[in-house]
């Protein structure tokens, strides 16, 4: 038997006590905290959209499906062909065009979930064209503001669909 100090029994104590209150938390409570303390935003600064998620995303697909990966070669390819734009350019991009692209990209990741990501369907129509668009012309600023990606309506059902 091991000999508990007085420190060890109060944290034991501690532990105990948080462990019963905690299972008065009830699922509509930690809904309400949820939703108060995450609100989904766009980075309103390039580098920010640019390093914190597109890189990120990219590095967090590698980290658990290889180099191999359908996704994260797909995500390298546009993290690679953002990396070409000018930094004047890439702050051209307007809050719509960056809210799309990441749109896209949480369509794309939930069809490649599904294990969808395979022969001549392997991407969605709205990604293929978004990541065309992306590597069309790195050098134009003017069209980086004026991007537009067009998301078509039975690709958000199938995603509704795929979340029940």
Partial sequence: MVDLTEEDVA???LAHDDLTSATTVSASDYKK???AKLAPRT???????MLLMLKHYTNLLHALFTATSPMYLQMYDIVKALKDYSRI?????SHEVKTSILWI????SRY???EKMGGEDACLVEFTN???QIKSNPDNVDQSSTMKFHINSSTCMQARNAKS
């Fill in 11 to 13: 944290e034991l104590k």
């Fill in 33 to 35: 905290a949820a939703r």
């Fill in 43 to 49: 980075p309103a600064d390039a580098e920010g959209f």
């Fill in 89 to 93: 350019a890439r702050a051209n991009f």
């Fill in 105 to 108: 990209i949480l369509l794309q």
């Fill in 112 to 114: 490649y979930a599904q």
């Fill in 130 to 132: 978004m990541v065309n």
